[in-house]
């Protein structure tokens, strides 16, 4: 009896399933456990890195727009403001200016952020981590960002090409008042300004920048921005000058030349190309007029156009291109007044559209002798709306050029080299009337902050 009784309750004990759980909970408990280590470890490590991370992107970019000597001061003291002090509690920043940019070169700025946590729940199912510092198990986090630096562009509204090597695309001697109204210059060499800064904004230049500006600041070279415009110039052979340019002699302390180069009166220009053969001289005041709304293009053929003590100047509503073209030679190619001083006064307003929009002045860039300015603003006066391009002239300024009476207030020059005395200014140029007046200004670029590339 006692033996059946033993026997149901093994068959019972045998069917019963009360208590698997348990027992199965047994088993997994350890795993379980180790499981929950890892995810708090992980979760703990991702807080930290992406700290790291956010600290690394911060210091890279105050590092880029630090762009100096002390850029990795700058980059490890921004870390240190997110408790990423380097060298204390075995964090390091690494800083570098020479990194690998995406693009391609290694110019661009690195922060790299590395440290140590301590190991917690992980030990548990036997992860042993990176370092032992002092019996302390440790893992290694790190984080690293990659930032270049980013310029924008800044209007300049005096470049010196300095194609023919001339030292100093920019210089002055003595000219204290010399002003250019907070103009920013562009030398595609040095800048030299002895005895003022001449009222420059910033003064850009390849080489030395002595004295020139309220800020000086390196820039590379700028090619040339209106070259292009010469395929506009119509060839020698369409001009109808068969050759025959007159040219002015002096007679005494007046000069002349064959009457049919002397003007006086109303130039009416029609729309587009024309063109006057040789040396031009003004007998009187000159006044131009042009169709509206349909601007003119006078083309000067190896001659100058001498104002003679006159005025040329462009009627409300006209719009007119001077063009100097032909060969190079004996023959002057540029506004001149050969009065000595007696008050000629270039008024030129250009056209707003079409090919030569915004453009006052344009020397050929083929011509390379008879190029040169020696008074301008002084002899004549210039008052001149526009672009006044002479890439291979000296320039010397010796007056203050105004806006032409019907122009916006806008002037950019460009030459080979200025030399800038006594009284040589500019108005000041708005950037808006340039485009008001159709003028893309040429630009140099100044640092503009950073932007993270990785």
Known sequence: MILCSVVNQLLRLRTDEKGAVSVMMGFLLVPLVGFLAIGFEVSNWYLITRSMQNAADAAT???AINNGANYDVEARAVAAQYGFVNGAS???VAVTNTAACPGGGNSCYSVTISGYTPLLLSQIVGFQGDANFN?????KLSAAAVAKQTTVPQEVCLLALASSGAPQGIRTNGAPTGNMNGCDSMSNTAAQCNGSNLGLGISFAVGSNNGCGAKQMSSPALTDPYYYLASNIPALSSSGC?????QESKHGNSYTVAASNQRTGTLNLSAGNNF?????????DVTINTPVGQPAVLIIENGQLDL???TLTTSSGSAVTLVFSGTNGSYMHAPTDNTNGSGGVLDITPPTTGTWKGVAIYQD?????GVDVSAAGNSPTWNVTGLVYMPHASLTLKGAIDKSTFGKSCLVM???????SGTGGVLKTDIGQCGQAGLTMPTAKIPGGAVLVL
């Open 276 to 284: 006057l053969c040789g040396d031009q001289l003004l007998t009187g």
């Open 135 to 139: 019996g302390t198990l440790e893992k």
């Open 414 to 420: 460009v030459a080979d080299n200025f030399q800038i």
């Open 308 to 310: 003679n003590g006159h």
């Open 61 to 63: 970019v105050a590092a």
């Open 242 to 246: 068969a050759g025959n340019y007159p």
């Open 365 to 369: 860039p083929s011509l390379t002798t």
């Open 90 to 92: 075995n964090v390091s």
